[in-house]
């Protein structure tokens, strides 16, 4: 009922800014409960940051004053803008609608040192 397509990744030099989009179909799109995971080579799919009720946003540790979390209901479409990337930010980037728990197929995210 729900598809998520993830865009926007790509290879960045560390210290540079992409930002990555979630287009959402299917059924009724909410940036109040959307999210974004990322998983690194040879590690476990961790959680980076999340829209809930209210537009409230939350973030990791490893990527708060970095990470920016938004979304467009117009487009139906989640953001995350990353600002100063560091090598260990590399790894496969996810959405995830929270109130169905669907995932997108994920972009790939390479931050050279």
């Known amino acids: 009922q729900v598809q998520l397509v993830e865009s926007g990744g790509g290879l960045v030099q560390a210290g540079g800014s992409l930002r990555l989009s979630c287009a959402a179909s299917?059924?009724?799109?909410?940036?109040?409960?959307m999210g974004w995971f990322r998983q690194a080579p040879g590690k476990q799919r961790e959680w980076v940051a999340q829209?809930?009720?209210?537009?409230?946003?939350n973030y990791a540790d490893s990527v708060k004053g970095r990470f920016t979390i938004s979304g467009d209901n117009a487009k139906n479409t989640v953001y995350l803008q990353m600002n100063s990337l560091k090598p260990e930010d590399t790894g496969v980037y996810y959405c995830?609608?929270?109130?169905?728990?669907?995932w997108g197929q994920g972009t790939q995210v390479t931050v050279s040192s």
């Open positions: 995830r609608n929270l109130a169905s728990g669907y």
């Open positions: 299917g059924s009724i799109f909410s940036i109040n409960a």
């Open positions: 829209i809930i009720s209210g537009g409230r946003t």
